[in-house]
């Protein structure tokens, strides 16, 4: 082979080697800091007992199927408030590069762990102090638009309403939910607001009750609320709280017609067969698996996580699967239920659909005198994945008390 033959695929190999060196760090990918195997955390408040724990839980599944051995999972639960930073440190001394927590009650702490910890990356679900100063770069906010899921629920209790309200099993004064919420916060009552104009866009006539359990997870307080609400006249019954209670109060409720129950983060079907709809929860999937997808490759996780994102916050709805349907009772579900829930699925998916809008005014229940006018909407989630809606709604919804 000539002298010039041989330059020629040399100068190719070079120019070939430049060009991916280059290209892969143009895309973000740092290959000096790949990690083959990491060490993941999670710190939770309850454990799969829990609704809402086995629902946030419920990733780690994935993620054995998703990485194998490359990812290395340790899980704490159980854990209150004040045994938080304990726990942190423990999961900090078992070398995870990143802690994964449920509560936003820990979110103080977990914050004030990654100021400390600045090796490790810290994501808290269901807080808003991520953009607060001290901003921190290694400490992240995340939850799922779970309005969006809350709404159509609505939607398909409303037309349970009209179903029962056309058999003549109630008369239209008598369309009354109830609602079984944990605390008197913007996250349960964003919740409640959304699945209520759900419920309205079906049936106009409807009304709603609220009872406070004031804890987030109390099986005897949940079904005595739910029990209270059926009692006040309350036909469908949903919550924001974390046991089976109140489905089965629906499902064991003596009334001369069914009370009919709709979940949150756990499929209510198998425990009231009879009387559950469907249900709605957040899937936590794709936020933890692309910031541990983020973790391995050196990469911002508000880079590669796909979402709304607000500084070192990130939320999303439909379009990125952070929220989903539980199964659909199909035995009891009204007519054209899994038609609307398709549809509405499909304008969130587009970017569509508004939810908090309507010939409405709301209250602060924290300063009365701070009041709101929906006929020109609220755009929920605008600046934060945690939900910021806390008004009642004027004469429609109720906040029941002993």
Known sequence: ????????????????AVFLFFGLHEVGLNIDNVKEQITVGFICDGDESRPFSENFLRVVDSLEM??????????????????????IEELVEAKCDIIFSDSANYSDIVKASAQKHTEVQFCQAFASNANDEPVLKNYHTFTGEIYQGRYISGRIAGLKLKELIASGAITKDQAVIGYVGAYPCAQVVSGYTAFFLGVREECPTAVMKVRYTNDWSDYS??????????????????QHSDTIGPAVACETSHTDHPVFHIGYNQDMIGVAPNTSIIGTSIDWTPYISSAIEAVMTNKPIEKVVKGHV????????????WVRMLDLNYLIAPKDAETVMNECIEEFKKGSKQVFIGNYTGADPDDPSNTIDLSTGYPENKNSSSPTFNYILKDVITIESD
């Open 66 to 87: 998703q990485y194998g051995s490359d990812v290395n999972v340790i899980k704490r639960t159980n854990i209150p408030p004040e045994e938080a930073d304990h726990v």
């Open 221 to 238: 307080l949940e079904n005595e609320a739910a029990k209270k609400l059926i009692s006040e006249g309350a036909v469908i019954i949903s």
């Open 310 to 321: 607000h500084g070192n916050d990130i939320g999303a709805g439909f379009e990125q699967d």
């Open 1 to 16: 082979m000539s002298e010039k033959n041989k330059i020629i695929p040399a100068l190719f190999s070079a120019l070939l």
